[in-house]
Each structure stands twice: as structure tokens, then as C-alpha cells.
């Protein structure tokens, strides 16, 4: 079975703070791990993306962290902001697997 | 420069009812890809065209019908509309599959 399993399903994160998103994947084979950031009445938009040939990406505050032995990886947002409440998609393999999202609230 | 066009933006069809959603790209992508969003279980791929003349089964395809009408254009087409298919419909493009996707705006769809 070709899963992206993303966690939590939701999250409140403090202006300032760090947000961090999980996901795990099954299959090996998967070589492309994006994320995206959707926000209300919009499609979805690629915010950072990464393959397993490296361990960290970082753009500006979005990280993504890969565990290529774990099947997993993470999105990190440092100083989370008001403006990055949205939802996050994790996916992978190149005709995208999703996760099922997390919704991220930041409050000031 | 629009990106991905999709049309119509909502659209209320009754059960059994038919209807196509349209899709175009001005980005000279060869892929293209429909994808359905319901709530908690994110996007799932429905049909993608890997290259202009070709279309595959995503994860799912059953109640509906694809077309490469073109480089630029990539249709869905619900036969016999079923409430199950109650969605929000998203079509991409990419420049080839294992790269980004860029995402248009959506398609909400409710079948009563």
C-alpha cells in the first residue's frame, strides 16, 4: 500500500514558535518528498520540496528534515507567523501521494 | 501568464447528471494531473496524462473519464454524477511527473 501518513491533524503554534509537521512513508522507492502550504478557496502550492539525497533543506524559516532509514521526514517552521496559518501537505513518489493535511493556526 | 485555468469555479449537479470540468495550462507543461480534495483525507490523485496523448488511473479513477484534448488542456468528466463525488476538484501541471506541480484554483462540486 502506497501511504504518506502526515501527523497532527491539527496544530496551534504561538507567534514565534516552532511549528513542526510529521510524515512517514512506505515505500522505498518514493524519490521526491514536497510539501505544500494551501490556503482557504486556493490550491495548493509548492512550499519546499526535497530528495533523499540529502539529510536538510532549509528556505528561509521552512525546513525539511529527512530520515531516509526511518521513512520519515518533517517540516519545521521557525518563528511561526500569523500569515502561515494554512494547511500542510506532505507528499512523495513523483505522481504525489498526500498526506492528509494539518491545519496550523498561529496566534499573536 | 494564468498558470492553471480551471472551469466552472462551483458547479451543483443533481444525481445521475452529467458534466465536464475543464482544465488548461499556458505553462508548455506536459503533465497534467486531476486530483479530488474531501475533508481529512487530503488529495487524491484521480487521472494524470504523463505527456500529451497519454492518460493513466491515479488512486481514484472509478466514475470518471479523462481527456488530453491537447498540450494545454486536460478535461474530467463525470458521467452519472453521484453524491459520493461531492468534492472540491483541483487540476495540475507539471513539467514532467516527478517534479512540482503547480496546483489551479479548484473546482467545488456538489452532487445532490
Known amino acids: 500500500q502506497q501511504q504518506v501518513k502526515q501527523s497532527p491533524q491539527s496544530l496551534i503554534v504561538q507567534k514565534g514558535g516552532i511549528s513542526i509537521i510529521n510524515c512517514a512513508y512506505e515505500?522505498?522507492?518514493?524519490?521526491?518528498f514536497p510539501w505544500y502550504q494551501q490556503f482557504p478557496g486556493k490550491g495548493p502550492a509548492l512550499l519546499i520540496a526535497?530528495?533523499?539525497?540529502?539529510s536538510e533543506k532549509k528556505e528561509g524559516r521552512f525546513t525539511i528534515s529527512f530520515n531516509k532509514s526511518a521513512k520519515q521526514f518533517s517540516l519545521h517552521i521557525m518563528d511561526s507567523q500569523p500569515g502561515d496559518s494554512a494547511t500542510y501537505f506532505c507528499?512523495?513518489?513523483?505522481?504525489?501521494?498526500f498526506g492528509t493535511g494539518t491545519r496550523l493556526q498561529v496566534f499573536p | 501568464n494564468a498558470g492553471v485555468t480551471q472551469t466552472p469555479k462551483f458547479q451543483v449537479l443533481k444525481t445521475g447528471q452529467s458534466m465536464t470540468l475543464q482544465c488548461a495550462q499556458d505553462?508548455?507543461?506536459?503533465?497534467m494531473y486531476w486530483y479530488r480534495q474531501d475533508p481529512g483525507m487530503g488529495l487524491r490523485l484521480i487521472y494524470y496524462?504523463?505527456?500529451?496523448?497519454?492518460?493513466d488511473k491515479g488512486e481514484v479513477p472509478n466514475g470518471y473519464n479523462v481527456s488530453r484534448l491537447n498540450k494545454r488542456e486536460f478535461s474530467l468528466r463525470l458521467e452519472s454524477a453521484a453524491p459520493s463525488q461531492t468534492s472540491v476538484y483541483f487540476c495540475?501541471?507539471?513539467?514532467?511527473?516527478?517534479?512540482?506541480?503547480?496546483f489551479g484554483p479548484g473546482t467545488r462540486l456538489t452532487v445532490l
Open positions: 526535497i530528495r533523499p539525497d540529502v
Open positions: 507528499a512523495a513518489t513523483y505522481k504525489l501521494i
Open positions: 515505500n522505498t522507492a518514493f524519490d521526491y
Open positions: 496524462s504523463a505527456s500529451e496523448g497519454t492518460t
Open positions: 495540475a501541471s507539471s513539467e514532467r511527473t516527478d517534479i512540482t506541480q503547480y
Open positions: 505553462m508548455n507543461h506536459n503533465s
